[in-house]
């Protein structure tokens, strides 16, 4: 069993930056990632990572967010510039124990069924 606890959500304005971090523990995990679901829409992938820190993000987010894993893979990090409103949801990090295409995570809709979640953190975009 993994276990995941998410923290670093909060209320920003537009343009401005926050970092979401997981904390991840219990068994291993081979890929991980960021999801997120705004009122009224589907849940979707953001970023993931892969055990070889090979990553992919959702076109809505690349050159503005940044996902990252310490060596251990203890720690996952989203980092995100650049916020606009539309970035507003609430962002899960999730875990999968087998190895993933991080492309192929991101392209699945309505989005990818990882082994684990946490429990989310609301983030608000003010425009």
């Known amino acids: 069993h993994v276990h995941l606890v998410e923290s670093g959500g909060g209320s920003v304005q537009s343009g401005g930056s926050l970092r979401l971090t997981c904390a991840a523990s219990?068994?291993?995990?081979?890929?991980m990632g960021w999801f997120r679901q705004a009122p009224g829409r589907e849940r979707e992938a953001v970023a993931v990572?892969?055990?070889?820190?090979?990553?992919s993000y959702a076109d809505s987010v690349k050159g503005r967010f940044t996902i990252s894993q310490d060596s251990a893979k203890n720690t996952l990090v989203l980092q995100m510039n650049n916020l606009k409103s539309e970035d507003t949801a609430d962002y899960y990090c999730?875990?999968?124990?087998?190895?993933?295409?991080?492309?192929?995570?991101?392209?699945?809709?309505?989005?990818?069924?990882?082994?684990?979640w946490g429990q989310g953190v609301q983030v608000t975009v003010l425009s």
């Open positions: 999730a875990a999968d124990y087998l190895p993933c295409s991080p492309a192929v995570v991101v392209s699945t809709k309505p989005y990818y069924p990882m082994d684990y």
């Open positions: 990572i892969d055990s070889e820190n090979i990553t």
């Open positions: 219990g068994s291993d995990r081979d890929c």
